[in-house]
């Protein structure tokens, strides 16, 4: 094997494993879009599946400017759940006010004691 054999098949590599990022890429923005009907969406893949090089062209110069546009919103849609998430486990949807009251009512009916209403007191106003 030559010198030139192993830089041709590191090219061929580098270019199959560019060729799979574009087509996962494109595939990912066709199932994101929700204005695209489900008709456009299937002849978008069948074109990918038997024409694939001129099809991700085409695609890239049609709706190339839009996928950005639609993984920007993707990922603030997930970051917005993934906080909510996050302060309902936490708590932290509550004023530290509502949770000392909470932590009282607990106290005074016996359920904690008084170091743990100190805790939680504590806890609320960090």
Same mark, same amino acid.
């Given at each position: 094997?030559?010198?030139?054999? %192993?830089?041709?098949?590191?090219? %061929? ?14 595939? /990912?923005?066709l199932f994101r879009d929700r204005e695209t009907s489900g008709v456009? =969406? +299937? ?11 001129? /099809? ?5 110069? +049609? ?15 997930? =970051?917005?759940? *993934? ?6 486990? $936490? ?5 530290? /006010?509502? *949770?000392?009251?909470?932590? =009282? $009512?607990?106290?005074? +009916?016996?359920?904690?004691? *008084? ?8 806890? $609320?106003?960090?």
């Amino acid at each position: 094997m030559s010198f030139w054999d %192993i830089v041709w098949f590191i090219f %061929i590599s580098f270019a199959f494993v560019a060729y799979l990022m574009v087509m996962f890429s494109i595939i /990912t923005d066709l199932f994101r879009d929700r204005e695209t009907s489900g008709v456009v =969406k +299937a002849v978008w893949i069948v074109a990918l599946i038997f024409l694939p090089l001129i /099809t991700a062209l085409v695609y890239l110069v +049609a709706r190339g400017g839009g996928m950005s546009e639609r993984a920007e919103a993707s990922a603030l849609e997930a =970051k917005a759940r *993934q906080d909510a998430y996050i302060k309902e486990v $936490a708590g932290g949807s509550k004023a530290p /006010t509502e *949770q000392i009251a909470e932590a =009282k $009512a607990m106290l005074d +009916a016996g359920v904690i004691s *008084q170091a743990e209403y100190d805790r939680l007191k504590e806890k $609320a106003l960090v």
